[in-house]
């Protein structure tokens, strides 16, 4: 008996779960750092543009070169980890991720950065997949799993946050590159120390379909490229047409190569389903807007109202805090209200939160005219993630639930390069129209300042009518009915982790 009692202490003390805390708290530290990476850079960007000589509109790849390669290449990374075996996988792309975040920070030129951002959207799509699926694997169905779950949203929804407010800290006490250069630590920690204490998962039979990852990631590249040229050469600019055109033909031959693949990179059979359908066209149109939002109002608020680089961050609080909030809400409402009553009632203050950000102008103040935006376009975003990834991943069958999830990713990930891209070209379009007809009697640096923002309200306004749209699909497409208390709990939470997965 006492030899008995030593060896569960033993167990308590070093043995497996320990060995299991460990791993995630690994796990999760490499999520973090992908995590924050998408806010971090945001907050920089204005510092990034003049020191390495952007345009307002090319800037926009700083963050589109990331998020095309990450959201092109997840599903390619997930099947890549049931292949090769996930950790093996995992330590691969954060390695990556590590390597192009010193490249990054290190950079010279606008080119040398972009390359870098590109090749860290790569491996953030290697080990992203993993890590949702080495929790589950690590962790016995029960509570040990809903708690390594419930941490693993709490690094999600809190990352967000931390980006932002961390991301202003670095860049006005420091330098901007050192949002970049803070990845380095933490990816060689990770990689050392997770083939200690993370568990390798079997390897699966099965093929690799490059081609159709390659003509989907070159496709939307090309089509983001075209947006973002017109935006600085016109609409009848050669090049911009060219890349348009190019990207119809891969993302048709994209279309050929899904339908005749053994083993798909994306199962058509996903989108049989309208109501499923629905929910992936719902969430790209409305990251479509949100992605927009960030870009554009981090810019606001520095180069219009003057904000430092800390204050800008610490004035994105209240919209994290209320996304945070509504987001833990969410579930417990669904069982009562049902997922699309609850899905509309999300996009409504989202979309007059978008409206209002359309009247800024370099008058505007922030309680007056940024603060009210930020708290409802948190609620809204709080209320409507949770339903409309369940509505994604209903009915999915167990074979598809790996690709189905990845999906999810995959339509945010897109939706943001794409929203930024269509948002910055209007954006371009219409500060040009403002420089080219300046107010009568403003100088010239508040003729600027005035063409900045009559460009970002242009741009917001947009952003309200993706999101309007957004809604109208919901309405038509999506059907859903009103889940059990008990079942509604359980589909809440795990499409709410599967969703995050890609860190938006």
Known sequence: MSSLRARDARTRAGGPSSRAGVALAIMLSAQLMIILDATVVNIALPHILTSLHFSSTSLSWVMNGYTLTFGGLLLLGGRAGDILGRRRVFVAGIGLFTLASLAGGLSTSSGMLLAARAVQGAGGALAAPAVLALIVSGFPEGRERTRALGIYMGVITGGSSLGLVLGGVITEWLSWRWVLFINVPIGIAVVAIAPLFVAETPRQPGRFDLAGAVTSTAGVALLVYGFVRAAASGWGDHVALGAFGAAVVLLAAFLAIEARARQPITPLRLFADVSRSGSFAARLLLIAGM????????????????????????????????????????????????????MIAGMLPAIISLAWLSRVSPATGYWSGVFGPMVLLGIGMGLVFVPLTTASLAGVAPADSGAA?????????????????????????????AQRHPLPGLTAAAQGQQALAHGMATAFGLAAILNVASLLVILALIRTRKLAPQRAAVRADEPAVASSSGGA
């Not at 981090?298 to 800390?310: A, E, N």
């Open 291 to 342: 992605f927009g939002v960030f870009f554009f109002l981090t810019q606001f608020l520095q180069r219009v109202m003057g904000f430092s680089p800390l204050r800008a961050g610490v004035a994105f609080l209240p919209l994290t805090a209320a996304l945070f909030g509504m987001s833990r809400t969410a579930p417990r409402l669904m069982p009562r209200l049902g997922a699309k009553p609850l």
């Open 405 to 433: 999830s990845s999906m999810v990713n995959v339509m945010q990930q897109v939706g943001g390069s794409l929203g930024l891209a269509v948002l910055v070209a209007v954006y371009g379009t219409a500060s040009g129209n």
